[in-house]
């Protein structure tokens, strides 16, 4: 995956190059690409992307594979690559930059309130170097707060008819006795006078001219002369966050909430971050989830199997009654229209699934084993009627020896 580096040639502006398949800031390989990790085309609309994590999550989840440290790499690395390419901003940094425009052990693209700008990145080198160059020399501006994700475990059934959920977050929050300015109550911030409030100061020798940053209120533009005791002029201070998220109805896992301005909070006039609550559903007893479907195997005796009779299914609503005819073999599936899941956008309603499974008999007394004996030496007489598929199979083996030995 291609990384970056800035070379500067005398007489020519700044350019960048491209390094293929080695990070020239770490030099390690370069990690795998996160269309590739999930096994779709780089033009992948959200809803493939959605169910190709689907599809990995349920294959190598932890809770799937205890003992597994290859599944849970695989896990994680699934889910890095779908959280960056569902977000519109950071997938949009990687398809240009690669790993160096989300991952900042890659080379710094990725900053705490999301995939920076070109501009953002290179602008303070142009400008030492060119004076103002991307940003014009203007003041720098403040940074946002850092996005957070939460990840939110829920039931089956609480994803299925939705939550309400309260969760508690460690993170920055404004200073309440600045209100987020940093300055002492009473008091203010006022503007910086080596820089006169532009927030970038121009050095000049000769015909060389050099702009960088105010080095008395580090590209502010204002200098805080009494600091908040509390945030010692920061204006944010470190706390726990009690949120209450509503989770719609048909969430499924890898889904995504968005809770605006509920991130890190900034430094001071800085807007906050958001929080990105990530969906996951835990595994059903019962119950496995395909989409809007649910399946389940559905244990029946030999003699229900033989003779049919009528079962009671478990739904997420309570009982239903399935009637299963005579001569069912293991395997036969029963669809339970309507039985399934909301989708969260609304649309039709999925299916129950019901995959029925003949048991065997187990741990039978003499008596009874004399009874299946008896039975079956009855039903031999007659097996290509009673047992069409086993009498069949048979002459196929026979058909494939006698093949065998001519």
Same mark, same amino acid.
């Given at each position: 995956?291609?990384?970056?580096?800035i070379?500067?040639?005398?007489?020519?502006?700044?350019?960048?190059? =491209?390094?293929?398949?080695?990070?020239?800031?770490?030099?390690?390989?370069?990690?795998?690409?996160?269309?590739?990790?999930?096994?779709?085309n780089?033009?992948?609309?959200?809803?493939?992307?959605?169910?190709?994590?689907?599809?990995?999550?349920?294959?190598?989840?932890?809770?799937? %594979?205890p003992?597994?440290?290859?599944?849970?790499?695989?896990f994680?690395?699934?889910?890095?690559?779908? $959280?960056?390419?569902?977000?519109?901003?950071?997938?949009?940094?990687y398809?240009?930059?690669?790993?160096?425009?989300?991952? +900042?052990? *890659?080379?710094?693209?990725?900053?705490?309130?999301?995939?920076?700008?070109?501009?953002?990145?290179?602008?303070? =080198?142009?400008?030492? /170097?060119?004076? @103002?160059?991307?940003? &014009?020399?203007?003041?720098?501006?403040q940074?946002?707060?850092?996005? #957070?994700?939460?990840?939110?475990?829920?039931?089956?059934?609480?994803?299925?008819?939705? =939550?309400?959920?309260?969760?508690?977050?460690?993170?920055?929050?404004?200073?309440?006795?600045?209100?987020?300015?940093?300055?002492?109550?009473? !008091?203010?911030?006022?503007t910086?006078?080596?820089?006169?409030?532009?927030?970038?100061?121009?050095?000049?020798?000769?015909?060389? !001219?050099? *702009?960088?940053?105010?080095? !008395?209120?580090?590209?502010?533009?204002?200098?805080?002369?009494?600091?908040?005791?509390?945030?010692?002029?920061? @204006?944010?201070?470190?706390?726990?966050?009690?949120?209450?998220?509503?989770?719609?109805?048909?969430?499924?896992? @890898?889904?995504? /909430?968005?809770?605006?301005?509920?991130?890190?909070?900034?430094?001071?006039?800085?807007?906050?971050?958001?929080?990105?609550?990530?969906?996951? =559903?835990?595994?059903?007893?019962?119950?496995?989830?395909?989409?809007?479907?649910?399946?389940?195997?559905m244990?029946?005796?030999?003699?229900?199997?033989?003779?049919?009779?009528?079962? $009671?299914?478990?739904?997420?609503? &309570?009982?239903?009654? #399935?009637?299963?005819?005579?001569?069912?073999?293991?395997?036969?599936?029963?669809?339970?229209?309507?039985k399934?899941?909301?989708?969260?956008?609304?649309?039709?309603?999925?299916?129950?699934?019901?995959?029925?499974?003949? $048991?065997? +008999?187990?741990?039978?007394?003499?008596?009874?084993?004399?009874?299946?004996?008896?039975?079956?030496?009855? #039903?031999?007489?007659?097996?290509? *009627?009673? !047992?069409?598929?086993?009498?069949?199979?048979?002459?196929?083996?026979?058909?494939?020896?006698?093949?065998?030995? %001519?």
């Amino acid at each position: 995956m291609p990384h970056f580096a800035i070379s500067v040639a005398r007489g020519n502006a700044p350019r960048v190059t =491209v390094s293929e398949s080695f990070n020239l800031v770490s030099g390690k390989m370069s990690k795998k690409d996160y269309y590739e990790v999930l096994g779709v085309n780089k033009g992948a609309t959200d809803q493939e992307l959605k169910k190709a994590y689907r599809r990995l999550a349920m294959k190598y989840h932890p809770d799937r %594979n205890p003992d597994s440290k290859e599944a849970e790499e695989s896990f994680k690395e699934a889910k890095e690559a779908y $959280e960056i390419l569902t977000n519109p901003q950071k997938r949009q940094a990687y398809d240009q930059y690669g790993h160096a425009g989300v991952d +900042p052990s *890659q080379g710094g693209f990725h900053g705490g309130g999301g995939a920076e700008s070109f501009s953002d990145i290179f602008g303070d =080198v142009f400008g030492d /170097i060119f004076g @103002g160059g991307a940003r &014009g020399g203007g003041r720098q501006r403040q940074r946002r707060g850092a996005d #957070l994700q939460y990840n939110l475990e829920m039931s089956l059934e609480e994803a299925v008819k939705g =939550v309400k959920k309260t969760i508690k977050i460690p993170t920055y929050v404004d200073c309440e006795p600045c209100d987020g300015s940093g300055a002492k109550k009473g !008091s203010s911030s006022t503007t910086c006078g080596t820089c006169k409030g532009v927030g970038q100061v121009r050095m000049q020798q000769g015909f060389f !001219s050099v *702009q960088q940053t105010c080095p !008395s209120c580090h590209g502010q533009g204002t200098v805080i002369k009494d600091p908040c005791t509390v945030c010692s002029g920061q @204006g944010r201070v470190r706390k726990e966050k009690t949120l209450s998220v509503k989770v719609p109805a048909g969430v499924d896992t @890898g889904d995504r /909430i968005r809770l605006t301005g509920e991130g890190e909070a900034g430094g001071p006039g800085a807007v906050p971050g958001d929080l990105y609550v990530q969906m996951h =559903v835990k595994q059903h007893p019962i119950f496995e989830r395909d989409g809007d479907n649910l399946y389940c195997e559905m244990p029946i005796s030999f003699t229900t199997a033989c003779l049919g009779g009528e079962l $009671e299914v478990p739904t997420l609503e &309570g009982r239903v009654k #399935l009637k299963v005819p005579e001569e069912t073999q293991t395997g036969r599936m029963f669809r339970l229209r309507g039985k399934g899941i909301t989708p969260m956008r609304g649309g039709m309603r999925g299916d129950l699934l019901c995959r029925v499974v003949v $048991e065997t +008999p187990v741990k039978l007394n003499k008596d009874q084993k004399k009874m299946l004996q008896e039975f079956d030496e009855y #039903l031999k007489g007659s097996k290509k *009627q009673h !047992s069409p598929k086993s009498s069949t199979w048979w002459d196929g083996v026979k058909n494939f020896w006698d093949e065998m030995t %001519n």
